[in-house]
């Protein structure tokens, strides 16, 4: 089971572009080997229905099948870019790489942090508004 899996936790800022590596260090090596990668989100590892981030087949690598709205994705190391990251982006992502004869999971958890410049930056977005 996937929620069973050690998951690798990575806690970042909230609002800046994040890149977070979806597979363990050398897996992206082997990668060749693998003929599709799938990258989902849940906002919790024993959710059964998880968001899906990322579908894509290869050796088409240039362009997803399917890519959600905020995210880049980074084929040739197995990162996956978060553009100006929300509360909404934190979760737990799950990567799965499929070759021809087996299949691979991999999970990370992000947390993210408003640090106090952060919190300033809503507090003169709030003074603007009423201003």
């Excluded at 579908?55 to 980074?74: C, D, Q, T, V």
């Excluded at 929300?86 to 993210?112: A, D, I, M, P």
């Amino acid at each position: 089971c996937e929620s069973l899996m050690n998951c690798q936790e990575v806690t970042e800022q909230l609002g800046r572009n994040l890149l977070l590596p979806l597979a363990s260090e050398g897996i992206s090596k082997s990668m060749n080997k693998s003929i599709h990668i799938l990258v989902t989100k849940s906002e919790s590892p024993q959710k059964n229905v998880k968001t899906k981030i990322v579908s894509l087949s290869l050796p088409e690598r240039a362009s997803p099948r399917f890519l959600e709205n905020g995210y880049k994705f980074h084929p040739e190391n197995l990162k996956l870019e978060i553009l100006q990251s929300k509360k909404e982006t934190e979760g737990w992502y799950f990567t799965t790489l499929e070759e021809n004869f087996s299949v691979r999971h991999f999970c990370l958890q992000l947390k993210l942090l408003c640090l106090p410049t952060c919190k300033l930056k809503s507090f003169e977005k709030y003074f603007v508004a009423i201003g």
